[in-house]
Every structure is written in structure tokens, then in C-alpha cells.
């Protein structure tokens, strides 16, 4: 199930806050913000899983392909403890 930051009221919040509330809720977060990409601030291991999307242009589109490619991939890559990066023409996975 997808729920946006803002329909948990945790627009406006730190990052810290907001990975906070995934842990609790045993949740992936989702983003295109970039602090979240690195390991030594946010560590995949602690973590239900973060997919720092990265689209060419950042459009609604471009985001909702990205999504829908990383979307298919679970079946046969964890996300649990792991870090993903999705680009257009690639995803790069880190433990």
C-alpha cells in the first residue's frame, strides 16, 4: 500500500522523523531525495528498505516509470536492509 508523507502528516518533517515513522510501521521508503542515498547517514541494514529514485527529468511520468520498473523487481530482489537507486536506465542495489 502506497501513503504519501503528506496523508501521514509527516510533511514538513526531518528525515530522521520520517525514517522513524517507516521503522515503526515496518515500511519502504520511497523518494527523490537524494540525502537518502547515503549509506553512511542512513545504513540500508537498519532499515525496511529506501529507493531513492532518480528520473532524468523529474516529472510525474519519468517518476511513475521509474516506479513501475522498480516495482518488478522485487519478486526476485529483497528490499529489506537494502538500498536501491533506480534510474532510467539502470538500478543499483547496496546492502
Known sequence: ????????????????????????????LITLDLDFSDIRLHPPENYQGIWVLRPALQSIGNTLDLLRRALSMPATEPIQGRRWIVEPDRVRIRD
Request: charged fraction near 25%; aromatic fraction near 4%; charge should be negative.
Open 1 to 28: 500500500m502506497w501513503i504519501p508523507v503528506l496523508a501521514e502528516q509527516l510533511g514538513g518533517k526531518t528525515d530522521a522523523e520520517i525514517l522513524t515513522a517507516c521503522i515503526r510501521e515496518n515500511r519502504t
